[in-house]
């Protein structure tokens, strides 16, 4: 039986990876996702990099992670302060950071890519680092919505490239979106699930079509919130009160968005109607692109649908 350079050479790097326990963690990005993926990484006794542009990006997610884990103590170690503030020290002496990923990747397990939702740079960003990881790295990206299929292409390492989608926040949020290409080894499969599973989360298989399963079933109601205010039929702050008492959820959809990011989902949503042109759920929302428009990102902005402080 013959078989293809590409079969032989995917063999070889399937093997690589088999019986890999996932240990040290390098997550690229230390926004609100990155910062909640390394938390919740280092809490479960792993070793992670949190990588991002500059040490004063850094300096704040390591403020925010700390300011997590103490309201965290207070509800878990209530009647253990000591051990409260051990547990702390714990978490935090697993984290290092740094501006370098090219140096970081050389010596990591898993690469969690959380960066800007943009198919080009996360591209960029695998193929650079695909060159220096070591054959056994597995590669997966948080993307909310783009074809793991289109950002695995910038790397020679198709077996060991999935989706890996966490929720906000991530600390708290027990689901985890897995996505694998048509190409992801089994053994990739196997090493993330069972990573997912020490991380406390519940992982789902997802096929990979643009926004997985979570986002094509959130979607539709965030942009019906949407148009709903448009046509009149009711405020910012009624939709948000009958989603949260009328059908239980923890935060209404407007809070959601917010927490979320306007130009996130923006993005998500603008590549859900260009995968899909024919279906107008997903058309463009004309409340979206004006807030994006306006600069109103959401919490992290200070303003979104809703002003903060």
């Known amino acids: 039986m013959a078989f293809s350079i590409h079969q032989i050479c995917r063999g070889f790097s399937s093997s690589a990876v088999r019986n890999v326990v996932i240990k040290h963690v390098t997550v690229i990005g230390s926004g609100q996702m990155g910062a909640g993926i390394a938390q919740t990484a280092a809490s479960t006794g792993h070793s992670v990099a949190l990588v991002d542009i500059n040490d004063d990006i850094l300096k704040k997610a390591i403020k925010g992670i700390e300011g997590n884990l103490k309201r965290v103590v207070k509800k878990k170690f209530a009647d253990q302060p000591e051990a409260g503030e051990e547990f702390i020290q714990k978490v935090l002496q697993n984290v290092s950071t740094s501006t370098d990923a090219e140096s970081v990747v050389q010596d990591t397990d898993i690469v969690v890519e959380a960066i800007v939702e943009n198919l080009k740079i996360k591209q960029d960003l695998f193929g650079r680092l695909d060159k220096l990881a070591p054959a056994r790295t597995i590669f997966a990206s948080n993307t909310s919505g783009i074809p793991i299929t289109d950002i695995a292409s910038s790397s020679s390492r198709l077996d060991r490239f999935a989706g890996l989608h966490f929720f906000h926040p991530v600390t708290t949020m027990k689901l985890v979106e897995i996505i694998a290409t048509s190409e992801t080894s089994q053994e990739t499969l196997d090493s993330i699930r069972n990573f997912s599973k020490i991380l406390g989360k519940t992982p789902v298989s997802c096929k990979d079509e643009p926004g997985f399963i979570a986002n094509r079933l959130i979607l539709p109601l965030w942009l019906e919130s949407m148009r709903l ?69 959401g919490r992290k902005t200070g303003e979104g649908f809703y002003k903060y402080k």
Do not use: Q, W
């Open 229 to 297: 205010v448009e046509r009149g039929h009711g405020s910012i702050e009624d939709i948000d009160t009958v989603m949260k008492l009328g059908f239980g959820h923890p935060m209404g959809p407007f809070e959601l968005m917010d927490y979320v990011g306007t130009d996130t989902l923006k993005s998500i949503m603008d590549g859900l109607h260009a995968a899909n042109p024919d279906l107008s759920v997903f058309n463009p929302c004309e409340l979206l692109n004006k807030t994006v428009a306006e600069g109103k990102l």
